[in-house]
């Protein structure tokens, strides 16, 4: 019996507008007493990311950690606002989500799967049967492994520097008493800001550490790029 094809990968545009986009829009736009008010614009702004991240969980039949601290993080941002604490808690939760995930990182490298693997090399981007079995072939399997343990050290080097800028960045920005018209405003900013300020710029890291695995990947097994990428080419394939 075949196991049921995964679900294709959600559109990054979609994603952006209903994680990022509406949600700051929401909270800048119908915070006023005369439209919805704080707290109401608060939870409509929050429900939109958290609804995204449930359905994209049924949708997969299954929900990765990164999902899971992304629902956790929603809802302490609702937490945060619904109970007016003060907002130095907000940029302390903003902190705590990639530095969670990078210790995650740094813990799973000692275990059978090590999220490095999860997030940088995996299926969905390099043919990892023929990269492991190249290895294999020409006795490199334990240098790629140390190669790995440098690239784990790298991944999480990239959240702990999402974590300091989270943390920065939401104290230069939210200032406001929780649960205010001025604190949602303020969040609805920090949102939008945090995409250019602090995701890009880590995405590039990882993206770095991507080309770090694949230069290392090349110089132990032969194979070109397209080789090593997932539907790329044949082995026998000449070189262009």
Known sequence: MKSPTPAPAANPLVELLVSIVVPAVILMKLSAPERLGALNALGLALAFPLGWALWEAWRRRKASFVAVLGIV?????????????????????????????GLAVLVSARTRSPLVKLMVYNPTVLDVPRVDRALAERGNAAAFERCLGTATWLLAGTFFFSAVMNYALARWIVTSPAGSEAFNAEL??????????????SMAMMMGVLFYLTRAARRLTGLRLGQMLHGGEEEGTPAA
């Open 73 to 101: 993080s929603t809802l302490l941002t609702g937490g945060i606002g619904l109970l007016a604490l003060d907002p130095q808690w907000l940029a302390v939760k903003e902190a705590a989500v990639p530095g969670v995930i």
């Open 188 to 201: 609805g900013r920090l949102t939008l800001l945090s995409y250019p300020v602090i995701a890009l710029p």
